[in-house]
């Protein structure tokens, strides 16, 4: 006779129906939901609702211990779940409470659970694992002098935390981020945690944050640091929240109290700003890029430095990720070709708001970007429809033809429609798809309402034609010119 725990019990049993499960499934593969520049990316049959984050900090050369929680919907019968992750160990897993097997095919994270999940039935998953800051320099934790921040455009997010990696399943996010004391840390969205006690403190100290709105994985953002926080108020009292690292507070403060008078700018032409916060993170980190997580807009330090950038442009840049709250971020792509959406907007009101300071006017950048235009086609392809990488090599997504050769889409809509019907087409993008997901077909359709007349004709030769099409006003205006590169993303 052989005695056994309860406990022990158990643990055989649930290892039995695995090793059973596993017997009659056939080997697990790497899934994607179909997009055409990132085929393996995201997965088929549930729908995120949120992320619960939970990292321990140490250095940023150590990777974190990580916990992932995670609360879906299973839109179809489910025997195994595949997650985005990869550059991480896995610890355990669980699915609805009871262990489930883990295997790691390609960079999918494939689990399997005792029971298969039914159709309609939500889905609690937990991922115990690490998160590694040594990164290969494409995206994930970026290092910075004193900490770590998050650059997870476009397929990155996968390499920090276990998820549904595409921009089409949004959810909530809580993050739970314990640090060595003297350490700041800041998230997307608002701090949780009681008023009077503040973020729970001891050799370590633990802080919470949690988005009041949906969002999308790739604009998740954790940055910990020596850092100095800085609240203000903008437009209607909404609140804001910059981060700094702690040695350049007064320096920076100048660019910093910009960003009130920015938003107002927006809300002018687009309406209200769509989340609960806002700031920007500027980070003493090397990215060659600007980048537009949720709430807290991510800037390299080089560019306030003063060395090599005029005033004016770095304002346009910084209402350029601004921009994105609404158009990227709040009104999310559909497919990753639909980014056009996302960077021409950003791009057309960064190039606006520098016409407006009198430094470089719209319609010269555009003259500039059609001359440009045909060559910007042909070595990335239409804005709505961009090149996919050669067999075996990893995309280049972020081309001159979705910055300034998308924005050249949105001034010839206006030079077709005129200008109050485009305004009255930017407002209602933004507020019948606030929280939401949509694609480059949802904005033609509403173009077409507000302008009265069907524009999939005009429209669809500058979104998907090999050659740009004559310019509506500009008869004269010409492609003969080369070169061109976006200043962010």
Not at 174 to 185: M, Y
Not at 409 to 425: H, K, M, N, S
Request: charged share 20%.
């Amino acid at each position: 006779m052989q005695l056994t725990s309860p406990r022990l019990r158990a643990a055989l049993l649930a290892a039995a129906s695995l090793t059973l499960v596993a017997a009659v499934l056939p080997p697990p593969t790497a899934l994607g939901i179909g997009d055409r520049l990132f085929p393996e990316l995201g997965n088929p049959g549930y729908d995120v609702l949120s992320y619960d984050l939970s990292f321990t900090y140490k250095d940023n050369r150590t990777p974190l211990d990580a916990v992932t929680v995670i609360d879906a919907r299973a839109l179809q019968p489910l025997d195994r779940i595949n997650l985005d992750f990869t550059h991480g160990k896995v610890e355990s897993a669980e699915v609805n409470g009871e262990p489930a097997r883990f295997e790691s095919v390609g960079e999918d994270l494939v689990l399997t659970p005792v029971r298969p999940v039914p159709r309609h039935v939500p889905m609690h998953i937990t991922v115990r694992h690490t998160s590694d800051p040594r990164g290969r320099g494409d995206g994930g934790w970026v290092p910075t002098e004193d900490g770590l921040a998050m650059a997870n455009q476009a397929d990155a997010a996968h390499r920090v935390f276990p998820c549904n990696d595409h921009p089409a399943d949004k959810a909530h996010f809580t993050f739970r981020v314990t640090a060595p004391e003297g350490l700041t840390v800041v998230a997307n969205g608002l701090p949780d945690v009681p008023a009077l006690r503040g973020p729970r403190r001891g050799p370590s100290t633990t802080w919470t944050y949690r988005t009041r709105h949906p969002m999308a994985t790739e604009l998740a953002q954790v940055s910990i640091g020596r850092s100095a926080v800085v609240h203000g108020t903008g437009p209607h009292g909404l609140p804001l929240r910059d981060v700094v690292p702690a040695q350049d507070r007064e320096k920076l403060d100048p660019w910093l109290k910009k960003t009130a008078g920015h938003i107002a700018w927006m809300e002018e032409r687009v309406g209200r700003y769509p989340f609960e916060n806002y700031g920007v993170l500027i980070a003493r980190a090397t990215t060659g890029f600007e980048l537009e997580t949720q709430t807290l807009s991510l800037f390299e330090h080089g560019l306030f430095s003063g060395e090599g950038y005029p005033e004016w442009y770095v304002e346009a840049v910084m209402v350029h990720e601004l921009a994105h709250q609404w158009f990227g971020d709040s009104v999310t792509p559909r497919t990753w070709s639909d980014l056009w959406l996302n960077e021409g907007h950003a791009t057309w009101y960064e190039a606006l708001y520098a016409d407006g300071l009198g430094k470089y006017s719209l319609e010269r950048r555009m003259r500039e970007a059609y001359q440009r235009s045909d060559q910007w086609r042909a070595a990335g392809g239409p804005p709505a429809a961009p090149k996919a990488a050669a067999p075996g090599q990893k995309i280049g997504l972020f081309r001159p033809v979705v910055y300034d050769g998308a924005a050249l889409i949105l001034y010839a809509l206006r030079q077709e429609i005129g200008t109050e019907a485009f305004d009255r087409v930017e407002r209602r993008w933004v507020a019948d798809h606030r929280d939401g997901v949509a694609g480059t077909d949802d904005f033609v359709r509403l173009a077409s309402e507000e302008a009265g007349r069907d524009l999939q004709g005009f429209l669809e030769p500058w979104l998907y034609g090999q050659t740009t099409p004559a310019m509506p006003g500009h008869p004269e205006w010409s492609g003969t010119a080369a070169g061109g590169s976006p200043a962010g993303k």
